[in-house]
């Protein structure tokens, strides 16, 4: 059985970090397009980062604008885990955070049960 488990979430003031991550078990996922998604009260969900194989051993990473130079996308293969970075929080980047894993960063299959983040003074 397949499973994504997100962890790390919490209460933070703007301008403070928070690392997010996310273990899969079940199988392997080193092939695979790692996601990491977030949807506020109201808004829909919107894909904030993603982590794809491009074949061999390498990866893309892509970000939404929003979050360009303050997240970071990493994965480990060994401890099938994909961690989620952020830094300089603010309010805005409030929302649940969901991993997701899929055949193409176009096509998630699987996804976590997410976890709160929360920006504010």
């Known amino acids: 059985q397949v499973r994504l488990v997100e962890s790390g979430g919490g209460l933070v003031q703007p301008g403070d970090s928070l690392s997010l991550s996310c273990a899969a078990s079940?199988?392997?996922?080193?092939?695979?397009?790692m996601g990491w998604f977030r949807q506020a009260p109201g808004k829909e969900r919107e894909r904030v980062a993603s982590?794809?194989?491009?074949?061999?051993?390498?990866?893309?990473?892509d970000y939404i604008d929003s979050v360009k130079g303050r997240f970071t996308v990493s994965r480990d293969n060994a401890k099938n885990t994909v961690d989620l970075q952020m830094n300089s929080l603010k309010p805005e980047d409030t929302a649940v955070y969901y991993c997701a894993a899929g055949r193409s960063p176009d096509s998630y299959d699987y996804w976590g049960q997410g976890t709160q983040v929360t920006v504010s003074s």
């Open positions: 079940g199988r392997t996922f080193s092939s695979y397009s």
């Open positions: 982590h794809t194989w491009t074949g061999g051993i390498t990866y893309q990473a």
